[in-house]
């Protein structure tokens, strides 16, 4: 790949991250405490195959659940522990 190709992949990355970043529903430490929280919990209690830790911690914070939830399902967290394996994981790639 030659320097123009190279810089435009660049280019293209970077804004796909941006593009990735503004999608994101609330603030970036919050889906980080978000995401440390539901580690805690699935460590302890493992996942039921629901989103109940997730949904308890956004009514607990005061967050839009319809927005958080569907960015999840959007980037594959249907439960728990898929939040903490996918979402998590999209997050931290774009952050
Ligand atoms: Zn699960």
Do not use: Y
């Not at 190279?6 to 405490?33: M, N, T, Y």
């Not at 699935?42 to 956004?58: M, N, P, Q, Y």
């Not at 959007?74 to 522990?81: A, K, L, Q, S, Y």
Request: aromatic share 8%.
């Amino acid at each position: 790949m030659d320097t123009a190709n190279r810089d435009r992949k660049k280019a293209w990355e970077q804004q796909q991250r941006k593009l990735s970043q503004d999608a994101f529903p609330i603030a970036d430490s919050l889906l980080e405490s978000m995401f440390e929280a539901m580690d805690e919990k699935v460590e302890a209690a493992g996942c039921d195959h629901t989103l109940r830790f997730t949904k308890s911690w956004i009514a607990e914070k005061d967050q839009s659940a319809a927005e958080v939830l569907a960015w999840l399902r959007e980037h594959g967290g249907f439960c728990d522990c898929e939040v903490l394996a996918n979402a998590a994981d999209h997050w931290e790639q774009n952050r």
